[in-house]
């Protein structure tokens, strides 16, 4: 027989019954805050003693000296550093335009003349033609 007085365990289950259940209290605890990836603005000094997270990187751009520094950790914690230079686009396409119009890598046309002669390229189209007879006779 099982008697059910609702006295705790051992005399049954009382429907009524629900238990001790302590009041949830939750807490304000701040987290850490940590800075994974970012991108400030500073000197070569700085970009070299940041401190990166494993895994993480930080890009640093000095904009007196047209510089950009990423500072990086791997997962492991071993630190990488880079310095890369950059240029305005718009100064970039000047200096094309003018390496262009003064380039020293075309060859005129009388330099081309002093290269080939017309008797090497008569000896070149007698080669080409000697080459067809030889392909053509092949596919016979």
Do not use: C, W
């Not at 429907?15 to 850490?32: D, K, L, S």
């Not at 310095?83 to 335009?97: G, K, P």
């Amino acid at each position: 027989m099982n008697y059910n007085y609702g006295y705790g365990v051992g005399y049954g289950t009382n429907p009524y019954y629900q238990g001790y259940q302590p009041a949830y209290r939750q807490e304000n605890v701040e987290q850490p805050r940590v800075i994974y990836n970012e991108v400030i603005y500073g000197t070569y000094e700085q970009a070299k003693s940041r401190i990166v997270f494993p895994g993480k990187s930080a890009l640093i751009i000095n904009p007196d000296k047209n510089e950009a520094y990423v500072s990086s950790t791997d997962q492991d914690g071993k630190p990488h550093f880079k310095t890369f230079s950059y240029t305005s686009l718009d100064e970039l396409s000047s200096n094309q335009q003018n390496s262009t119009t003064n380039s020293e890598f075309y060859v005129k046309r009388e330099e081309l003349n002093d290269f080939i002669t017309k008797k090497d390229l008569e000896e070149i189209n007698l080669r080409l033609e000697e080459l067809k007879e030889q392909f053509e006779g092949l596919k016979k």
